[in-house]
């Protein structure tokens, strides 16, 4: 029976290139990953000559994808990287170089976010699919997903008087900078029977989130929403973002207008067709939609529209505007309601559930489901980032496709032999010759039109 020697030997010669496998996945995302534009991005973040030199932009946007990959926090970040050799492979630090610590990193995003770097980068990889081939923009999916914050409802306080949102966070300073005092704890209070609303309460911990909850017979959650605009075909993610769950940013239609404008204009791509379900089907979303010139596979609220019609003639200029409006709008209900018969609806819509699958692949492996951090603008972070995870991971797989085997369709393969159709015609009427006493005709054979000859 053999036995390990628990000392070991003094000294251990070792390279990270031979630890990484080849295959490795890491490995095949070092090659997609491009950021040589991060430097010069964050350049003016770092002044020159003043202070103590400051963390590698390249290596912390190296940790900070790889967090987002496999769904580790900043600490955790931290301790994986110190003994995993394929992290320090992809973060390019060997051995004996230490790990860049937590609060580094803190501040390091700080900077990204006044600089937009993770836009920069989303947009980049967005267009990099569409470079090679895997993202066409023609036809897309919309949807949002409920994201709830981290704020606990202990946090909850009552206002007097309903607060901007500006005043909502000078009061949460105020308040967080005071001492807890023994009457103003939450931690034993009983809530139960109390009414909580966004009108009347705020979150002390983080005043950008509201109550809300997805249907009904479900509980209210300190929340946000989470946009996302993806390819059909692909799932590639084209847009996102983050907003209130309340107001009128936060409607569903309108964000998903914002995200169309925002990848049009970055991209040069106009799609075709917009595929969303009945929270997309609102008459201002359906008149701007066709106003693009986009398609809205999308069911309206109030089913078949009913042409508008008036007793009288406007004489006033205002109201004729407001009549040629609810025109405009009819005729935009009337062509989705026109369009929902289509054979391209109906295959639009049996595919609208891969956003769903996006959205459950974000909570379930890149940590989606609840926020990181505090704050409207680092929740947009986490989106934009999560985003990115996800669209590495399709470019990836896309990019190291195995071939298939034997010959391509439509590709001829040099060692096949060439077809005879007189040497087939031969064999097989050789064959009913000796079952029926047939015999092929030699003189139809060479006229290039073979018949058989019964004797």
């Known amino acids: 029976m053999g036995k390990v020697d628990a000392q070991g030997s003094l000294v251990q010669l070792v390279s990270l290139e031979q630890l990484v496998p080849p295959e490795h996945f890491l490995r095949q995302l070092d090659a997609v990953l491009d950021l040589g534009f991060v430097p010069g991005l964050l350049q003016k973040a770092y002044p020159s000559g003043l202070g103590h030199p400051g963390v590698d932009p390249v290596l912390a946007v190296r940790m900070i994808v790889l967090s987002y990959l ?46 937009k770097l993770w836009e920069t980068l989303f947009h980049r990889i967005v267009s990099q699919c569409g470079n090679v081939g895997l993202l066409s923009g023609k036809h897309l999916i919309a949807d949002s997903t409920q994201v709830q914050a981290n704020a606990s409802i202990k946090s909850v306080r009552e206002i007097q008087a309903k607060l901007t949102e500006s005043a909502d966070r000078l009061c949460a ?17 009983d809530f139960h029977g109390k009414r909580f609303t966004n009108e009347t309460h705020r979150s002390t911990t983080d005043p950008d989130a509201r109550f809300y909850r997805k249907n009904k017979g479900k509980e209210s959650k300190l929340s946000f929403k ?24 936060a409607r569903d239609g309108a964000q998903a207008l914002i995200l169309l404008k925002q990848f049009s204009q970055k991209h040069g791509i106009n799609p075709k067709t917009l595929c969303a379900d009945t929270m997309y089907g609102s008459t201002e979303t359906i008149t701007e939609l066709t106003n693009l010139g986009i398609q809205p596979h999308i069911p309206l609220h109030r089913g078949k529209p009913e042409m508008p019609r008036w007793k009288n003639r406007a004489h006033l200029l205002d109201r004729a505007h407001k009549r040629a ?79 298939t085997h034997g010959p391509t369709k439509g590709v001829l393969c040099s060692n096949r032999p060439n077809f005879d159709p007189f040497s087939v015609f031969w064999t097989f009427s050789r064959l009913i010759s000796s079952w029926f006493g047939v015999v092929p005709s030699l003189s139809s054979i060479q006229s290039g039109k073979p018949t058989l000859q019964i004797h």
């Open 226 to 249: 989470v946009h996302d605009l993806a390819d059909t075909k692909s799932r590639v993610i084209v847009a996102s973002s983050a907003t209130g769950v309340s107001g009128d940013e």
């Open 173 to 189: 300073e105020k308040q967080t900078a005071k001492k807890p005092n023994n009457d103003d704890d939450h931690h034993h209070t």
């Open 325 to 403: 409006l609810k025109l405009k709008q009819f005729r935009s209900l009337n062509l989705a309601w026109e369009l929902s018969n289509t054979s391209g609806y109906k295959i639009s819509y049996r595919l609208r559930h891969r956003i769903e699958h996006l959205f459950g692949e974000a909570k379930q492996s890149h940590g989606l489901r609840k926020a990181r951090y505090r704050g409207l603008e680092k929740m947009n972070e986490q989106a934009i980032l999560t985003a990115i995870a996800q669209n590495l991971k399709r470019l990836v797989k896309f990019l190291n496709k195995r071939p």
């Open 70 to 115: 496999y769904d580790l926090s900043d600490v955790r970040l931290c301790e994986e990287i110190h003994f995993h050799a394929g992290y320090r492979w992809f973060c390019r630090l060997d051995f004996h170089r230490p790990v860049p610590d937590r609060t580094t990193l803190v501040k390091f995003r700080k900077r990204c976010r006044k600089h």
